[in-house]
Every structure is written in structure tokens, then in C-alpha cells.
């Protein structure tokens, strides 16, 4: 299984970035999928989780209204779509897959409960 994230960079803050991830060797469609980011000596943080099927969405509090999650069972990608950046958003951000629950009713918000977790993407915010 592979999960590779793209799509990060250096951008103003208030500026808008929108990061992929590219899922190979697993059933995409029966994994609800989530983006998490770490911040140097911090642990990670929820960012967005998406339903198997794509129906349901959640968000961390800290990025409610700014980011959007999205997936293409297709093309076996999820995406994350960042508007109004901050500085405080700057980290390594990570896709992970998580085999056990739909995301339909609920999504699971810690990393260490996902199968699978790609190596990630820095996003860096500049004031």
C-alpha cells in the first residue's frame, strides 16, 4: 500500500494551496480517509476526514470554513483544499486510511487508528 501526498509549498498567508494524495494497492473505496498535519514537537492534528463513499465530512475545529476534503474513488485520490491560510497551519501534512470504519457516521481522529499513512507534504504559511 502506498499513499503519496502532494501538492504543498510555500504560500502567503491568506493564500490557498490544494493538496493530493494518491492511494495504490488497497480497495480505495472501502477506506474512509483522513488528512492530518504535524507540527515540529507536536503531535499530529485531525485536519479533515471523508467517508468511503465520500457523503460524509468532517473537519478540525481550527479549519472549519477554510478547507475542504474531497475524493475521486475513480482515480483513487483525496484532496484537501486550504483557503485563507495562516500561519498557524504550517506543518507536514499526511493522508491516512482507515480500513475498519465507514466515516459515514464517524471518523476516527487519531493517526495511530489509521492503517495506512502516507510520508507527507510541508505546507509552510508566511505572515
Known amino acids: 500500500v502506498q499513499l503519496v501526498e502532494s501538492g504543498g509549498g510555500l504560500v502567503q498567508a491568506g493564500g490557498s494551496l490544494r493538496l493530493s494524495c494518491a492511494a495504490s494497492?488497497?480497495?480505495?473505496?472501502?477506506?474512509?480517509m483522513a488528512w492530518f498535519r504535524q507540527a515540529p514537537g507536536k503531535e499530529p492534528e485531525f485536519v479533515a476526514g471523508i467517508s468511503r463513499t465520500g457523503t460524509s465530512t468532517y473537519f478540525g475545529n481550527s479549519v472549519k470554513g477554510r478547507f475542504a476534503i474531497s475524493r475521486d474513488n475513480a482515480e483513487n485520490m483525496v484532496y484537501l483544499q486550504m483557503n485563507s491560510l495562516e500561519p498557524e497551519d504550517t506543518a507536514v501534512y499526511f493522508c491516512a486510511a482507515d480500513g475498519t470504519y465507514s466515516g459515514t457516521y464517524y471518523i476516527r481522529r487519531s493517526s495511530d487508528d489509521y492503517d495506512y499513512r502516507g510520508q507527507g507534504t510541508q505546507v509552510t504559511v508566511s505572515s
Open positions: 494497492g488497497l480497495t480505495f473505496s472501502t477506506y474512509a
